[in-house]
């Protein structure tokens, strides 16, 4: 299992940005695809983005399209999530988690590590 820790969310208005990151221990991420997911009050963790193990290939949820940049850098052992443009529905806690590829469903269930969550709350 890979180690996950998450950081950068907060308090922030509509219209804001965030950085989020998450740093692996335990293992290299560099043989892993890795994602972000997230969870809404009420709601079920859903899919916002992943990235393959070289970075050259990105998928994103429709929601976040466009507004959210996965990126990693394995010499890090980081991967982020920039998210601009933010909007009140964009409230959740966030989840970094690794996969062994980068299909959303197979590493929301069969995940190779998940972090502990880092709250953004978007809100005027």
């Known amino acids: 299992q890979v180690q996950l820790v998450e950081s950068g969310g907060r308090y922030v208005q509509p219209g804001d940005s965030l950085r989020l990151s998450c740093v692996a221990s335990g293992r290299t991420i560099s043989s892993y695809a890795m994602g972000w997911f997230r969870q809404g009050p009420g709601k079920e963790r859903e899919f916002v983005a992943t990235i393959s193990w070289s970075g050259g290939n990105t998928y994103y949820a429709d929601s976040v399209k466009g507004r959210f940049t996965i990126s990693r850098d394995n010499a890090k052992n980081t991967v982020y999530l920039q998210m601009n443009s933010l909007k009140p529905e964009d409230t959740a806690v966030y989840y970094c988690?690794?996969?062994?590829?980068?299909?959303?469903?197979?590493?929301?269930?069969?995940?190779?590590?998940w972090g502990q969550g880092t709250q953004v709350t978007v809100s005027s």
């Open positions: 988690a690794a996969g062994h590829n980068t299909n959303p469903l197979e590493m929301l269930y069969t995940p190779a590590g």
